[in-house]
């Protein structure tokens, strides 16, 4: 039985694990790796397995960087089940229908220039057609009961606490008489976020694959995000402020809707006019609002209360591309709420293009920003940033919330690894840029007195 890391090692993007053992092949998520065109290039480039040969792919959420590339699949031969939960699934739907619309859209754009250079066309990564063939290879699954995928492997998935329908899995893997557990923790939650349920861990494991992004420091308070988050939206109401957010589609966009909304009941911030500028956005919060199920106690005691969770007077999402640009002249403190959450593009880039170099906005990052990304320039400090093909100068107020991230801090990280430290599990530290993974290697030393490794790309793991 072994494990090969092929994705999401020294990085957050691009997950993906293949799990063999005598009788079966299971692929542990297949992410687009997500940056500059350096790192984009690796998609195009399909790791070490044989998709005709794989019994099955275990899914834990729906983001891009784990699901991203699974259209690719069928174009090699992949005729086997996707397991996911039922919102991962309506998830996938939604995001990778988008990702092949931007897929298409990029080459487009692109050989209207390449064909007057007498270059070849570019070719899209994947197309509304891939995102058809691999939809019927989904296959649902419920939270908190095993299920087998291939011959000797069960899987369980139990919630993450991350967006809907976001899972921790735990395998149980018997070949050749021996049995062993290991267990992806997906992308994990901080504890006390809105909307969803804490997350869930597990008591026992040999091996664990633990995410890292925020390996190196906890996340400032939700109530001081909160108030942060609020000033600026405040100081923004002038004649021509504008506050531009770039947000994740699925989870940080709902989050803010649902604080917003709080500021607003809560008279910290009076009447917001708040733009969703997002159509995969749009249907997230609608999936959100129909998976009511998946909400905590805190929501429901709202709900129940006659206040609605993702909802209130002022917020309005756009339709069409005229109703983005639309937005552009607006002042008074207008909040546009636009994906992608690093830049790498959308209607965001729009936005950006017209209003970094106007001192009367304010640009609000709420979420990680990868390396080699618009995000993460602006977020360094750039005061010249090249955006749709044009150089701008950076004029904007530029701001950072660390507060609103969907990872689990340090603490919380270790927290959830220690639930299973009795076992003694071999831990190896994924999804985290080296930094990261150092740092909480160290503190898991310190605290539960288990090795932390850090794997690299291709390295097998024995389990």
Not at 136 to 145: A, G, L, N, S, Y
Not at 313 to 326: C, E, I, V
Not at 382 to 408: E, L
Request: glycine share 10%; aromatic share 6%.
């Amino acid at each position: 039985m072994r494990i090969q890391v092929l994705g999401a090692a020294g990085e957050v993007t691009g997950s993906c694990y293949l799990v063999e053992t005598s009788k079966a092949r299971v692929l542990v998520e297949f992410g687009l790796h997500q940056g500059g065109a350096h790192t984009e290039a690796k998609n195009r480039r399909m790791p070490p397995i044989d998709p005709g040969r794989l019994d099955a792919v275990v899914l834990t959420h729906a983001h891009l960087d784990h699901s991203g590339r699974l259209p690719l699949l069928p174009r090699h031969g992949f005729d086997a089940p996707i397991f996911a939960t039922g919102a991962t699934i309506e998830l996938c739907d939604i995001l990778l229908r988008d990702s092949a619309h931007i897929q298409e859209s990029s080459a487009n754009r692109a050989n209207k220039y390449r064909g007057k250079r007498g270059r070849p066309p570019a070719q899209a990564l994947y197309t509304a057609s891939d995102v058809d063939r691999v939809m019927p290879m989904f296959q649902r699954v419920p939270f908190d009961t095993l299920v087998e995928v291939a011959p000797g492997v069960r899987v369980k998935w139990v919630d993450a606490g991350h967006i809907l329908g976001a899972a921790s899995v735990l395998f149980e893997l018997e070949d050749n008489g021996a049995r062993k557990t290991v267990v992806f923790s997906g992308d994990i939650g901080p504890r006390g976020a809105p909307l969803l349920r804490d997350p869930v861990t597990f008591d026992s494991a040999d091996v664990v694959f633990l995410e890292s992004t925020y390996g190196d420091r906890d996340h400032r308070s939700i109530d001081d995000s909160i108030a942060e988050l609020g000033e600026i939206i405040n100081k923004a109401r002038t004649p021509k402020g504008k506050v531009l957010i770039p947000s994740f589609a699925v989870g940080r966009t709902q989050q803010l809707i649902y604080f917003i909304g709080g500021m607003r009941r809560e008279g910290i911030v009076e009447d917001p006019k708040v733009y969703i500028d997002s159509p995969m956005a749009t249907s997230a919060t609608d999936l959100y609002r129909r998976h009511r199920e998946l909400f905590d106690d805190e929501c429901w005691e709202l709900i129940d209360s006659g206040e609605l969770c993702l909802s209130f007077p002022g917020l309005r999402f756009t339709k069409s591309a005229q109703d983005s640009m639309s937005l552009n002249p607006m002042g008074d403190g207008v909040v546009i709420i636009s994906a992608a959450g690093m830049c790498t593009g959308g209607r965001i880039l729009h936005h950006l293009r017209h209003g970094l170099g106007r001192p009367e906005t304010h640009v609000i990052f709420v979420g990680y920003q990868g390396d080699g990304t618009l995000g993460r320039r602006l977020v360094d400090g750039s005061r010249k940033v090249r955006v749709m093909g044009d150089d701008i100068r950076v004029n904007a107020n530029i701001h950072t919330i660390g507060g609103f991230s969907a990872h689990a801090g340090q603490t919380e990280l270790v927290e959830w690894l220690g639930a299973m430290r009795d076992s003694g599990p071999r831990v190896y530290l994924i999804h985290g840029e080296d930094r990261q993974r150092k740092a909480l290697s160290e503190k898991i030393d310190e605290v539960l007195m288990l090795k932390a490794k850090a794997p690299v790309w291709g390295e097998v793991v024995e389990v």
